[in-house]
């Protein structure tokens, strides 16, 4: 045989054994925490949206979910509008939500929606405010602690999620789209709130009894404190790494959206590289995966 028919002869085999994962995850939600710094290469881009388009061709149910930080952080630039943080988290003026909102739920979202659309598949882009798909809080952050109290910070309009009305996202699902959604949600009192991704990403998972969050992130997933990937973890498991230290960082947020994912509702979460070629593929359709994943006890 050729090399080129070998070649063609490996590709069938990637195919059949993937096919039991297909069937796996036929007509089930899967919702994708889409962010970081390669949203903003297109090539990147453009093979997530052929990744999206792919799950829906073959059954699942993609929700994709986007981030924006660097993003906005380049438009508050420009408009000269300082930004500031606590804890990682963006303190977001009448000013700054304006423009958070511009960016998520305009340049970003539509952006990312004609991609998957380019790509074969048809996406429609919402917010949070859409169809009172995400209900949200004011969020204050722990500044510093005494022996009487813990103060906390006004981050001015950063929310966080007290519900989520998934009946949008039933309908758009049924009719065979792909929802993308903006990180922005809004009070009972109408005001527009900034929301972490990875947080909107897992409430939404939790809510629609998602079969797999994934948490795509500039790591391979969580480390044991020898330095080495660890493949699975359960709730319980989670709670003990965070709490010896072991989980420390940036991580802690990631590991606490993908426990209370679960514990809401969704059947396992995973936080995996992004960056990888076709990361949400090899997670979903291989043996192993990629990732750490988190499942219930």
Known sequence: MTSQTDEWMEKAGLLIEALPYMRRYSNKPIVVKFGGHAMGEQAYVDSFAADMTLLRQIGAQPVVVH????????????????????????????????????????AINKSLVAAVNMAGGRAVGLSGKDGHLITASKLSAPASHSDSQIEKVDLGFVGKPESVDPTALSALMTADMIPVIAPIGCG??????????????????????????????????????????????????????????????????????????????????????????????????????????????
Request: aromatic content about 2%; charged content about 20%; some cysteine.
């Open 67 to 106: 981030g924006g930080g660097p993003q906005i952080g380049d438009m508050l630039k420009r408009l000269k509008i300082e930004s500031n943080f606590v804890n990682g988290l963006r303190v977001t003026d009448a000013a700054t939500i304006s423009v958070v909102e511009m960016v998520l739920a305009g």
């Open 188 to 297: 009972v009192d109408g005001q527009t709130y900034n929301i972490n991704a990875d947080t909107a990403a897992g409430a939404v998972a939790g809510a629609i009894g998602a079969s797999r969050l994934l948490m795509l992130t500039d790591v391979a997933g969580v480390k044991d404190k020898g330095g080495k990937h660890i493949s699975h973890l359960t709730v319980s498991e989670a709670h003990k790494l965070i709490k010896d230290g072991t989980v420390q960082g940036g991580m802690i947020p990631k590991v606490e959206t993908c426990i209370e994912a679960v514990e809401q509702g969704a059947e396992a979460a995973v936080i995996l590289d992004g960056r990888a070629p076709h990361a949400v593929l090899v997670e979903l359709f291989t043996e192993h995966g990629i990732g750490t994943l988190i499942t219930r006890d």
